[in-house]
C-alpha cells in the first residue's frame, strides 16, 4: 500500500464490540494538534467501540508505534449521543498543502558525550 496521512482501516466484530484496525501511514504526522505527539510510519491505531447503552458508546483507542514510543499506550472515553443537533460538515480542499505544514521535523542525533 501506498502510504495516506490517515492510514488504512480494517473493522471486525468482537462479540459486541467493533474493532477498527488502522496501519499504513505517512511517517512525519501528528495523532493530535494539542499536545504534538507525533508518529511514525510504523504507527498501528487500534479503537473498539462498545455500545453501553442507548446514547453511550464506550471508546478504547490504543497507539502502538515502536518508533516513536517505548511502548503501546491506550486511552479511554465516552463517547455521549447529542439529540436534536446537527453533524458538523468539514471540508478539506487543500489537505495534501495542510499536512505538509503540520509534519514534525526529524530530531538531530545526540552529539557524543566526551570520554
Excluded at 507525533?38 to 497507539?63: M, N, Q, W, Y
Aim: aromatic residues 8%.
Amino acid at each position: 500500500m501506498e502510504p495516506a496521512w490517515l492510514g488504512y482501516s480494517v473493522g471486525t466484530w468482537d462479540g459486541d464490540t467493533l474493532v477498527v484496525t488502522s496501519a499504513g501511514f505517512k511517517d512525519g504526522g501528528w495523532l493530535d494538534t494539542r499536545k504534538g505527539r507525533p508518529h511514525s510510519d510504523a504507527l498501528k491505531v487500534t479503537e473498539r467501540f462498545r455500545r453501553v447503552d442507548f446514547g453511550r458508546i464506550d471508546l478504547t483507542v490504543t497507539i502502538d508505534d515502536a518508533k516513536a514510543y517505548v511502548k503501546p499506550w491506550t486511552m479511554h472515553t465516552t463517547l455521549t449521543l447529542l439529540p436534536d443537533t446537527e453533524l458538523l460538515q468539514g471540508a478539506c480542499e487543500n489537505h495534501q498543502t495542510t499536512m505538509e505544514h503540520r509534519q514534525i521535523g526529524r530530531v538531530p542525533a545526540e552529539p557524543h558525550s566526551p570520554p
